[in-house]
C-alpha cells in the first residue's frame, strides 16, 4: 500500500516509431486524438494512422500529473448544452471506502479542488440518446465519427469491400450523422458520464469498430492504490478502449476516484460489488436503498457504464441447479442469493425504471448484466441464459423509453458451433443494442491460456456482430492478473477485435496488415516492429536471437537463417522474373482466360 | 554443440496425477499408451482417460536411454507381413551431414548397431493404404481404432451428440474396419515408414479426433544436436501428435537419426531442403537425382512423411507477381527459383510418378506442400493458391493409383471469412484427403502472438474439417523458437484442436471439459491443474498469489477474494435452493412448460 501521492508514478512516453496527433474537428476544441507510426524512409510510403486508446500518457508533449488529472476537454461541451447543474452532491460516508466510521483511510485522496459533481436539471435528459432522438449532433458524437473514419482518411471511402458482415450495415464513410442515427435508433453508444469530461469519447456498436474492454481492480486478497491506476494506464497503452474497474477490497471509492480522474476512456463498474462491501459482504442484507445511494455516489465520481443484474430474475434461478458450474457471474450469484434469501423478485429488476431515472440525470449507460451466463461448455445456450437474455431484451426497450443507453452482456464458455445463435438471439430480442460478450471461452480444458480459448470465441463473435470483447488474461480462474497479463489479454483482444473488422469488411481495415506485411516482405524490420500490436515484445523476440543491429536490415531472421529465407529467395524469384518479364508472363496468362493446365503435365498422364 | 552422447538429457516423468496405461488390443503385443488422470476421493469420479502421444518418457517404468532408441514396437508386425526385405541401404555419404570429403563430423552418431534398413520387396507395396485397399485392418489400424475411441471407453458410444460437422462422418464407435476404410477411401493415413518401427501409430482424418503437427529443426544460426531431440521429447510431452524437423544447418542427417531411434510419434521432413544442402544452397543447381538420392536417404532412415512441393507449376509463379508477400513457402520459393532459373517445369511435378514409386516401397506418406500458400492477409485465396490446390488435386489421384498415402498442405494467412471455403475447395478438389494447414492467421499485425492469431484460424479450420493443424510459435516471423515458445505453441494448438473436435461434435470430447468444470465449482484445485492441458502452468500461475498449501483447498482464489466467489456464492445459493426445494420449484416450472413471465413484473408495466 502506498504512503503519499508522490510514489504513483504511471508509464508514459510514444510507443516506438509513432507521434500523437490530434485532428481538428469542425470547431477548435473537437481536436481527436490519433497515432501515426512513421516507417523507413526506403518505404517510401506515409505514416500509417492507427486508432489511438492511450490518451495523454503517450502525447510527450502532454504534462502528466496524476494528483491533478487529465484535461476535462468535455466540460465545456457539457455546460454549453444549457441542461446541467452543479450541486452539492452526497456527502462523502466511510463505508465508501469500507472504513468504520472514525476510521482513517489508508491511502492518498484525490484532492478534487472543490469540483463539484453535475446533473441534469429538473426535467432535462442528458443522455447521448436524448440528444440524438432529438436530432442534435453532439461534440461526441463528432469526434467519433472523426475517430473511427478518419483514422484511414480517404482510405476508408476508396478501400474496395471484402468480408461478410451478417447483415451488420457498416457505411463507407463514418458522418456525424451516421453516428447520430445509429445511437438514437439504439445500436451504439457513447458511453460518456458529464462527471467524467477527461474521457476522449468512443463509441460502442456493430456498425463501428470492435473496441476490447478491459477488467482491473483489486480484490481483499491482494493489489493496492497505485497498481491499479497503472494498471489502467497500462490497459490503455495496449488498446483497451474502455475500462472495468471491478475492486471489491476496501478502498473503493478513493482507488476509483484516481481512476476516473486521469482516464480519457470510458470506466466501468458493477456497482452491486461496493453495495456488498457497505453490508459486510452479506448479500441477504442488501436494500434497494444501499444500493441506490451507491448509484449516485458513483454517478457522481464519473463511471461511465454500470452492469446491472436486472435480468436474473428469481423464477430462473432454479434452471441454474442441473448446471455443472452454476451461478458463475459473481453479481449475479449475490443476487440470486438475496432473491432466495428473501424469496422475492430481485430488486434491480423491480426497482428497473428507477434506476433509469437515475442514470438518465448523468448520462450513465447501461451494461446489462448476463448474472446467468454459462461457465462451461458443458452449461452455454441452455435455458437459465436464454431465459434471463429475453428479459434483458424486456429491459432494453424500458431503458430505451426513458433515452437511457444500453448493452448487453453475454457469455462466457461456449464451444463454436453454438456461438453464433447467441448473437443472432441478443440482437433479435434486444432490438439491436450493442453487445459485449467475455470472451466466449470455446473449451474449459486450457486454464493458464484462457486468455487464448477466449479469444477464439471472442474473435468470431466479433464477427458475427459482437461491438466489444471484454478481454480474459492468462490468469483466469487462477488469480488475479498483474500487468503482464493485462498486457497480454489487451493485445491478444486488440488482435480477435482486429481480426473481427477484417472479417467484416469494415473499409480499408486491412491497412495496417498490408503495411506490415509489406515491411516484411521488404525487411524492414523496424517498421515491421513498429507496426505491430506489441512492438516491444516484437523487437524483444527478435533480439533474443539476433539482438545486434546489423540485424535489424539483414534480410533473414533467425527462424531460416539465410540460404532459406523463403522471403529472401522470394525477391530473388521476382528479380529473375522481371528480367524474364514475369509481368508480361501473368499478362499473357490472364489474356489467355488463365487457363492454367497449357504446360506440360505430369508424367502420368 | 555437444561433445558426448551422455549429455543428451531429455525430460522424462508423468505429468502431475497422471498414470500411463496401456490398452491391450486382440493380441498381447498391441497395447495401446493412454494416460489416466486420477481425481481426488472427495470427487467421487472415475480417473479421466485422455489421448496421450507422450510415449515412454512418462512412464516411469520405461528405460529411457537416448543411446539405443526406443523399442521398436512395430518391427514384428512389419515383418510378420512378409513383404519386406532387409538391404545394404544407401552409402552414408558426407554432404549428407553437409560435411566436406574426409571431415569429421562435429556431433555425436547414434550408434545403429548394425540396424540396416526394410524395403518392399520386389513388385510389392508395402502402404497402409495398399493393405486396407485389399481388405487387411493391419495391427497399425487396430491400434489407432483403439487409441482415438478408447480413451473414453464407453462413454463415446454413449455419448449425446451436440455439434455441427459440415457433413464429416463421425462414428459413435472407432473401429478397426471404420480405420481401414477411410485409409482406404484416402481419407486418411496412418503415417508409418517401415523403417520407423518406434512410432506409436495415429491417424490424420477428418472423421477423428483433430491432430497437431509442432515443427522443431535447427538452422544456420542456432540450436544443437541436444536441443533438437529435447525439443521432439518435449513437444510430445505436451501433445504434439507429430513432429516436423524442418533443419537446415549441417549435420542434419546425423540430428534426424536421433530424433527417429527416439520419436514415438511419426515425423516429418521437407526433403528439398537437404538437397539444397547438398548444392551448397544454390537452387539452381539441385537436380532430380540429388533429390532422388535425398529421399531414399531419408526413407531408409524412417522419415514418415514429406512435404513435396510438386504443385507449383512453372506457369503459376507469374500469378505471384502482385502479391504484397510473394512466396512465403520455404520449399516454394527454392523450386520457383529453380523453374525460373532453368525456365523448366518443376521437377517434382514431371517426376511425381517416379517419387510415388520410392515411397510406396517404405510407406512413407505425401504431404503434398503449398508452396504458393498466401503470406499475408492481402494474398489470402488467390488465383495462385488455388491454381496449386488444383494441382495438388490432381496430384492425390495420381499417388492414389500407387497405393500412396496422401495429405494436403494449406495456408497460411487467411481472414476469418474466408477460410470456410479453403477447406470446402481443398475436400473438393483433393477427393476428401486429410488437410493439414498452418494456422491459417486471420491477421498479419501481432507478430510476437501469432500462435494466437494463428490459434484462431486452426480452431475454426479444424472444425470445417482439417485433420491436422501445423503450430505456430509466439516466435513466428521474428526468430527460431526456443523450449518455451514449443511448448506455448502446441498447448496452444492442442486447445484449438480439441475446441474443433467439441464443435465438431466428436463424442465425448466434452468429457474432459466437464471433468475440469466440476473440479473448479468443488474447489479441487489439483483435479483442476491436473486436468489442464498444462498442469503445471496451471499451478504455477495460481500460486503466484496464493502458493501457502492451505490454498489448494480453499473455496476461492485471489482473483475475487473469499468474499466474492462466484462459485462459493452459488454455492451457497444451492444449499439454500435445496432447502427450498429447488429441484421441486423447477420440476414445477418446467411442467408448467418453461412459461417464464409468470412471476411480478418490473415497475414499468
Redesign the interface.
Known sequence: MLDNPESLKVTTGALPGSRKIHVEGSRPDIRVAMREIDLEPSAEEPPVRVYDTSGPYTDPAAQVDITRGLPQIRRPWILARGDVEEYEGRAHKPEDDGLKPGEVIGVPVFDRQGLRPLRAKAGQVVTQMAYARRGIVTAEMEYVAIRENLRIAEARAAAERD??DFGADIPDQVTPEFVRDEIARGRAIIPANINHPETEPMIIGRNFLTKINANIGN????SSVSEEVEKMVWSIRWGGDTVMDLS??RHIHATREWILRNAPVPIGTVPI?QA?EKVD?K?EDLTWEVFRDTLIEQCEQGVDYFTIH?GL??????????R???????G???M??WC??H?K?NFL??????ICEILKAYDVAFSLGDGLRP????DAND?AQF?EL??LG??TK?AW?HDCQVMIEGPGHV???KIKVNVEKQLKLCGEAPFYTLGPL????????D???S??GA??IG?FGTAMLCYVT???????P?RQDVREGV??Y???A???D????VPAS?E???A???A??QFRWRD??N????PD??L???D???PAEGAKVAHF???????????K??????D??AE?G??Q??EK?RSEG?E?Y???K???E
Open positions: 468480408g461478410e480484490s481483499a486478497v491482494a471489491t477490497g460489488y456488498l459482504g448479500a436486472a430474475r428469481l423464477a430462473y434461478i432454479p434452471l441454474t441447479a442441473k455443472v458450474t452454476g451461478i458463475v457471474s459473481r449475479g450469484s449475490i440470486a442469493k432466495l434469501a424469496h423478485e429488476y423491480t426497482h428497473f425504471e428507477d461457465g462451461s461448455i458443458a435455458a431465459a429475453e428479459t424486456e429491459l424500458i423509453k464451444p463454436m458451433h470455446v473449451t474449459d480444458i486450457a486454464p493458464g491460456y486468455h487464448i480459448t479469444a477464439i474473435a468470431m464477427w492468462p490468469k483466469e480462474h487462477l488469480g488475479l498483474d493485445v491478444t486488440k488482435l480477435a482486429h481480426a473481427a477484417l472479417a467484416k469488411g486491412r495496417r496488415d498490408d506490415l506485411s509489406r516484411r516482405f515491421q516492429f507496426l505491430s500490436l506489441d515484445k516484437a524483444e523476440f527478435h533474443q536471437t539476433l531472421c533467425s527462424m531460416c537463417g539465410p540460404k532459406f529465407c523463403a522471403y529467395i522470394s525477391q530473388e524469384v521476382r529473375m522474373a524474364q514475369m509481368e508472363m501473368s496468362f488463365g492454367i497449357k504446360a506440360e505430369p508424367a502420368a
